[in-house]
Every structure is written in structure tokens, then in C-alpha cells.
């Protein structure tokens, strides 16, 4: 079991930045990959960014590419998200997501998820 806590959500204005942080706790040494996800009001969650534990690859959606970075701290018990140059477009809820399973992360199953953090972009 993890159990993940998001933090850092807030309001900016477009063009402003913001860092969202994830804390892992639990087993988190058979954490194989983390990912950011999103919903806004009315649409279906998306996944913004993933990262993979064991070598640090990352994925992002071409929504937010160029524009956000995923990371991870040397103990690899929280998990970052630098969003730069927000639109109004990125304002949703955001969520940290792991997974255990390769093969979950290949096809973004996730089964371990925190609560979420507001972002609210205003144009």
C-alpha cells in the first residue's frame, strides 16, 4: 500500500507558475511509476505527465509539453510537477497517481491515488 498527498495547488494568473508536490508514504520502494493526472469540471480525467521511478524516464501530454516538468527527489518519496506558463485551460484538479505494476504503468492503470489539488488559472 501508498498512501500520496498532494500539495502546492492555488490560484495564478495566466502566464504565472506553480509547483505542485506529492508525498509518498507506505511501500514505497515498489513504486515502479508516478504520474500527475487532471480533471476539470465536466470533462474526463487526463494524464498530464509520468515518470518512471528507475531511471527517471518521463512522458508528457502534448497539452502541457514544454510548459511542465515532472521530477522526483533522490529518495524518491516525493514526486513534483513545475507547471510554467498556465493557461486557463490547465485550471483543474490535479492528482498524484503510483503503480506497482509494469505493466499497469505501460498502460497508465494506477492503483494507488491521493486526493487531489485545486489549480485555478485565471485569464
Known amino acids: 500500500q501508498v498512501q500520496l498527498a498532494e500539495s502546492g495547488g492555488g490560484s495564478v494568473q495566466a502566464g504565472g507558475s506553480l509547483r505542485l508536490s506529492c508525498a509518498a508514504s507506505g511501500n514505497t520502494y515498489s513504486i515502479y511509476c508516478m504520474g500527475w493526472f487532471r480533471q476539470a469540471p465536466g470533462k474526463e480525467r487526463e494524464g498530464v505527465a509520468t515518470i518512471y521511478t528507475d531511471g527517471g524516464m518521463t512522458y508528457y501530454a502534448d497539452s502541457v509539453k514544454g510548459r511542465f516538468t515532472i521530477s522526483q527527489d533522490n529518495a524518491k518519496t516525493t514526486l513534483y510537477l513545475q507547471m510554467n506558463s498556465l493557461k486557463s485551460e490547465d485550471t483543474a484538479m490535479y492528482y498524484c497517481?503510483?503503480?506497482?505494476?509494469?505493466?499497469?504503468?505501460?498502460?497508465?492503470?494506477?492503483?494507488?491515488w491521493g486526493q487531489g489539488t485545486q489549480v485555478t488559472v485565471s485569464s
Open positions: 497517481a503510483a503503480e506497482f505494476s509494469s505493466v499497469s504503468c505501460s498502460i497508465y492503470e494506477y492503483n494507488y
